[in-house]
């Protein structure tokens, strides 16, 4: 972990590896972040969670899901990538469908549900943020059956129903993501607490059926520096959403002779508000920003800009994410 957060090891994809190997370049072509790689990152943030119960393993989980494990699956479900990159075309493999990477992906798919909540030793925590159900024992006699409301990440709003099987003392955990500024919680209608983002938020109560807990997280748009072969560049994320340039739905721009989408410059304060899209996912999100083509902007910075749309980063045209 050391060398991942510290040393350039891990990718803004929430992945690493180039090759099978480890690298610290930041290079994202061709054979970069391999699959079974981003499995086991999951796996082992997972357990770094539990031991050390720190916020950080959890938002880490949560980049590498949504991004690196969601784009390394077809839309359908029935192709598996054995490298994500995300500079240039990627690929579905084409071999057969025995090696490790498919296999590992359908274990964790397989294990993902178990990762959204966890039992603590005097309650319970909420870990990913999802529309889902669950049941959680807090004490021999004590069973609480959760329910999150919410199309998180699209929106920054999460209901958690909290109903235990009867009343009864214990902390509901909730991880505030570091990339939120500052939160917000209420729990029953009650006055909004503000939280800062980058930690667990402990709510120690005597709960009882019908409790509600509403958590909004405000997700504005962030321009993250790129790092090594992307420095002087940056890449746009909302939440723990990256998006990427799909040169089919940027066409015209596309089209042009020149057209490189390293090389294209972004005005950060020409961005608009999420737009609804449903071609990656339904219920998704894309990001229109103005930008200058190629060549255009290193003299002529009154050159006038081009519509840019960036889609979510699993989606399976995506080429380029740093700007």
């Known amino acids: 972990f050391a060398f991942m957060l510290h ?3 891990l990718l803004i994809t929430g992945s690493c590896s180039e090759g099978e190997c480890w690298h610290d370049s930041q290079s994202g072509l061709q054979n970069t972040a ?29 980049r590498t899901i949504y991004n690196a494990l ?4 077809s839309p359908d479900f029935r192709r598996i990538r054995y490298f994500t990159p995300f500079d240039g075309k990627r690929f579905y493999s084409t071999t057969l469908d025995t090696f490790c990477c498919p296999n590992n992906y359908r274990r964790f798919m397989g294990d993902l549900p178990g990762w959204l909540y966890y039992r603590t030793k005097d309650g319970l925590l909420v870990n990913l943020y999802n529309a889902s159900t669950a049941t959680v024992d807090v004490a021999d006699d004590v069973r609480v059956r959760l329910e999150q409301i919410t199309d998180y990440p699209s929106s920054d709003n999460v209901l958690l ?45 005597i709960w009882k059926t019908g409790d509600r807990v509403e958590l909004k997280m405000p997700m504005p748009w962030r321009f993250v520096r790129g790092r090594q072969a992307q420095a002087g560049r940056v890449a746009v994320m909302r939440g723990p959403m990256l998006f990427t340039l799909n040169a089919a739905r940027n066409a015209a721009l596309a089209s042009h002779p020149d057209f490189e989408p390293r090389q294209m410059m972004i005005d950060p304060a020409e961005i608009s508000p999420p737009q609804s899209d449903d071609s990656v996912r339904p219920g998704g999100l894309a990001c229109r920003i103005q930008a200058w083509p190629a060549g255009n902007f290193k003299f002529w910075p009154h050159e006038p800009r081009v519509p840019l749309l960036l889609t979510e980063f699993p989606d399976p045209a995506g080429e380029a994410i740093y700007f």
């Open 7 to 9: 040393g350039n090891g």
């Open 34 to 62: 391999e699959t079974c790689t981003g499995t086991y990152i999951v796996r082992l943030s997972d357990l770094m969670l539990q031991l050390e119960t720190n916020s950080l393993y959890g938002d880490l989980m949560e």
């Open 70 to 73: 969601f784009a390394a699956v």
């Open 161 to 205: 129903k909290v109903d235990p099987s009867r009343e009864a003392g214990f902390t509901v955990q909730l991880r505030i993501p570091g990339w939120c500024p500052e939160a917000t919680v209420a729990v029953n209608g009650g006055a909004a607490e503000k939280v800062a983002g980058g930690r667990f938020l402990s709510l120690q109560r």
